[in-house]
């Protein structure tokens, strides 16, 4: 792609954060722009955001933990858009504590939004843009898949296993000269509402509200709290994503720690040494 200019984007989590800025980027580059999220009440005060750059907008609610939901979403972006242009699998969630105390509700939450939200993005629209040979999809992963630190075990499973799948996406689409490209964006602290996951977390998958659960959420909630609020702004993040996707650029790393980080990983594997301890920053 070569311009947005009267293009689709399609982005999930667009209610806040990252997906917010995704969307108000991509409007200002002149595309219409599909914005899902379970936040209807935030939807709506999203697109009047996104709204005001003069592109048509639509919203809406979609959990991507269920394909049924992104293929919905797919049908009513053609229906009134005419097609996709570019997908971006963003919407998230964080959560955390040490391995042994954490609940099956925290893995198969945590795993449904930020690992089948990408699946099912892809599923529902890659036949879309291989069919029209043109597109781009952006898969939001982490500096937390690419390499493991403390008390992020289902983050950390769920955003490499997004680099996982990105990387084959990338391959498949080479393979058959595909115009399509693919991106993963491996963002470190970005100011965003991630520390407030919680509020989106479905009934069904609730933690028991005991003493000692509550007040580890709290300790998770206030120590992520104290990182993201010094973080990137999501707008300068954004940028760089549609930047990549003009570029064609796969690898989509926010930070200036990151290669360094990156590299030591590498290092340990090559010589056999333990993994470098290392916290996101
Ligand atoms: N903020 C950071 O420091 C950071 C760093 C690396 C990666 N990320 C990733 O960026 C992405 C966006 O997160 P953010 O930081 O903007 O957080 P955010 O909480 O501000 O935004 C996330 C959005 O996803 C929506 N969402 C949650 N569950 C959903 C579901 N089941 N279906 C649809 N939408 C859902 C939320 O309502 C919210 O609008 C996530 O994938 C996150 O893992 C964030």
């Known amino acids: 792609m070569d311009t947005f200019q009267d293009k689709v984007a399609v982005v999930t989590g667009a209610a806040s954060g990252i997906g917010l800025a995704m ?20 939807l709506d005060a999203a697109a009047e ?3 005001a750059s003069g592109t048509s907008v639509l919203t ?10 992104l293929e919905a979403l797919r049908d009513r972006v053609v229906a009134e858009f005419g097609t996709a242009h570019v997908l971006c699998n963003n919407a998230g969630i964080g959560s955390g504590g040490p391995l042994d105390g954490l609940t099956r509700n925290d893995w198969e939450w945590t795993l449904g939004v930020n690992l089948w939200g990408v ?30 630190s403390p008390f992020m075990g289902p983050y950390t ?25 693919a991106s993963v964006l491996c963002p470190s602290w970005v100011a965003t509402r991630i520390h407030e996951s919680e509020r989106t977390r479905p009934a069904e998958l609730a933690n028991p509200e005991t003493p000692e659960a509550l007040s580890a959420a ?13 973080g990137m702004d999501p707008d300068d993040v954004a940028q760089l994503v549609l930047d990549a996707v003009l570029q064609r650029r796969f690898w989509i790393l926010t930070h200036d720690t ?8 590498t290092t340990s594997i090559l010589s056999g040494e333990a993994p470098p301890f290392v916290m996101p920053q």
Request: charged share 20%; hydrophobic share 50%.
């Open 157 to 181: 499973a769920s955003k490499f296993a997004v680099v996982g799948v990105s990387e084959v996406l990338h391959h498949e689409l080479a393979m058959v000269g595909s115009q399509v490209g």
């Open 258 to 265: 990151t290669a360094a980080v990156v590299e030591r990983r």
């Open 23 to 42: 969307a108000k980027a991509f409007a200002s580059a002149g595309a219409n722009v599909a914005l899902a999220d379970v936040d209807v009440d935030g």
């Open 119 to 148: 699946i099912n993005g892809i599923s529902a629209f890659l036949g879309l843009l291989k069919a029209q040979d043109e597109g781009h999809i952006v898969n939001t992963a982490s500096v937390a898949g690419l390499f493991g």
């Open 60 to 69: 809406q609610r979609c959990d991507v933990r269920f394909d049924t939901e």
């Open 49 to 51: 955001q996104v709204a």
């Open 218 to 230: 709290a300790g998770i909630r206030d120590l992520i709290n104290s990182v993201v609020s010094e």
